[in-house]
């Protein structure tokens, strides 16, 4: 159900000009889930943690940067997708779901989560800082 939301959501916003604050907020509110680590259950070595951001913003940033970009259309700019974004992003949501199901076997749920938040994030932050800089060239 969260992807459905996800996928409905991101229909909806690719019909609507894209605004720096549009870019900006989503990982400035994802952020405010690092408070997580407050808890001492969700605390991970920092070398997972470091790997984990890695492999979002290297690896699992990349699909969606090259499915997706933002192209002028007149005073305003929107977000141009490739047909295969959808695609990329239900392929990313079973990756993260059969990778977490493995993680589940030996770590924490708590932990798990904690690693799969740093590893969003760091998917979330490198693809809008990306479309940060191609806006900033666009306007």
Do not use: C, H
Not at 1 to 27: C, D, Q, Y
Not at 29 to 37: D, E, Q
Not at 63 to 72: A, C, N
């Amino acid at each position: 159900m969260g992807l459905a939301a996800v996928i409905m959501w991101r229909v909806r916003e690719g019909r609507t000009a894209v605004s720096v604050n549009k870019i900006v907020m989503p990982p400035l509110g994802m952020a405010t889930g690092f408070s997580m680590f407050v808890v001492p259950a969700f605390r991970i070595p920092w070398t997972w943690a470091g790997t984990a951001f890695l492999v979002g913003t290297l690896g699992l940033a990349y699909p969606l940067l090259k499915t997706s970009r933002l192209v002028r259309q007149g005073d305003v700019v929107m977000m141009q997708r490739s047909s295969a974004f959808f695609a990329v992003i239900l392929v990313l949501a079973a990756v993260r779901i059969l990778a977490r199901a493995y993680f589940d076997t030996f770590l924490s749920v708590q932990q798990t989560a904690a690693l799969f938040f740093v590893l969003a994030f760091g998917m979330i932050l490198r693809w809008r800082a990306q479309m940060y800089l191609e806006y900033r060239n666009l306007m």
